[in-house]
Nanobody, 122 residues
């Protein structure tokens, strides 16, 4: 199993920055990909950014050029640097870990954190 704990959310003015962190514990050696998702009130959860073991990343069009996802494998921590924040970035941000073929018994399993809220005021 994998446990994920997000932190770093809060209230920020438009144009400001925040850095979210997601600390992973447990069978972290099995993690092949991690991502940040967000869910705004009344909306479905959506992918914000993802990173796979080789370091490849992908971003939602709405955050490209403003957000950067990174992973510190030594610290088992995922980050999301968010710059030039907009009110429409307001949401609860969730971290997700996907387990890969390095652990065949757990292949395809996914784990979520409980989320950290981000509020961007105009």
């Amino acid at each position: 199993q994998v446990q994920l704990v997000e932190s770093g959310g809060g209230l920020v003015q438009a144009g400001g920055s925040l850095r979210l962190s997601c600390a992973a514990s447990g069978d972290t050696v099995c993690i092949s990909a991690m991502g940040w998702y967000r869910q705004a009130p009344g909306k479905e959860r959506e992918l914000v950014a993802a990173i796979i073991s080789g370091g490849s990343t992908n971003y939602a069009d709405s955050v490209k050029g403003r957000f950067t996802i990174s992973r510190d494998n030594a610290k088992n921590t995922l980050y999301l640097q968010m710059n030039s924040l907009k009110p429409e970035d307001t949401a609860v941000y969730y971290c997700k870990a996907s387990l890969g073929s390095s652990c065949p018994d757990f292949y395809g399993m996914e784990y979520w954190g409980k989320g950290t809220p981000v509020t961007v005021s105009s």
